[in-house]
């Protein structure tokens, strides 16, 4: 049976589902920071998951509202901080991908900080995608090796900020696309697209994404 060792998961829907609460859309992100932090927990419980990776700021979200952005920035250093005590708990370690360079110091240090403080988590890593995209990732990828030689697929892969191939790759919010999301590592993934706003996603659904999985025929390209 197919284990469910890396989801990803594009959270989208969070200012829909405040807006159809005549909330302001910060509200529906306040709202799927505490859904983060449910999801991360249930997958730090279950033993066969070892990695969760989670589209949180993407490299094309700059073009929000500036207010929107900075209260995203304010929101991500706030739960890092409140989530220090949570990852050490559960043996969770924390990583970011992407380019956090465009971020202020204040929230680069946090960032650098929970990563050093939890690097010794083995339940779970759960990897925010911050200032992420694919197409930034792989040329920053190429940009590293620096080779005259002819780069192998390994080169490259091992160049990437997540090594890792993704087994579910999970969209809430409606839309069926990937959004520039780990777009080389999901080459084989199963994809799951869900109506569900992010804020409403629960572990229930998730467990049956992954009941769903475990009973696809996953050939690779080859035969049965
Ligand atoms: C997409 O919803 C969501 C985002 C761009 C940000 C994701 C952020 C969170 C889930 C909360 C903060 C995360 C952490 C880790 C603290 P949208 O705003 O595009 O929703 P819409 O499609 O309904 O407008």
Redesign the pocket.
């Known amino acids: 049976m197919n284990k469910p060792k890396h989801i990803a998961i594009i959270?989208?829907?969070?200012?829909?589902?405040a807006?159809k609460q005549g909330l302001k859309?910060i509200k529906?992100?306040e709202a799927?920071?505490e859904?983060?932090r449910s999801i991360t927990e249930y997958c730090a419980k279950n033993d066969e998951i070892n990695r969760l990776t989670?589209?949180?700021?993407?490299t094309e979200?700059w073009k929000r509202p500036r207010l929107e952005v900075e209260f995203?920035m304010k929101?991500?250093e706030k739960?890092l901080k409140k989530e220090l005590p949570t990852y050490l708990k559960n043996g969770i370690r924390f990583e970011a991908i992407g380019d956090i360079r465009a971020f202020s110091s204040n929230l680069q240090k946090t960032i650098l900080h929970v990563e050093e403080a939890t690097k010794k988590g083995d339940a779970l890593v759960q990897s925010?995608a911050l200032n992420y995209g694919s197409h930034n990732e792989i040329v920053r990828a190429f940009n590293k090796l620096k080779t005259k030689e002819n780069i192998t697929e390994e080169m490259l892969y091992n160049a990437l900020d997540c090594k890792e191939d993704v087994d579910i790759l999970i969209r809430t919010?409606g839309d069926k696309r990937l959004s520039n999301f780990l777009l080389w590592q999901a080459a084989y993934a199963e994809l799951f697209f869900l109506n569900t706003?992010?804020p409403d996603f629960s572990a229930k659904e998730l467990e049956k994404i992954i009941h769903k999985f475990k009973k696809i025929e996953r050939r690779f390209g080859g035969l049965k």
Do not use: I, K
């Open positions: 959270m989208d829907g969070n200012g829909r589902w807006q859309r529906g992100h799927g920071a859904v983060v989670l589209y949180a700021f993407s979200n995203l929101l991500l739960y925010l919010g706003l992010w």
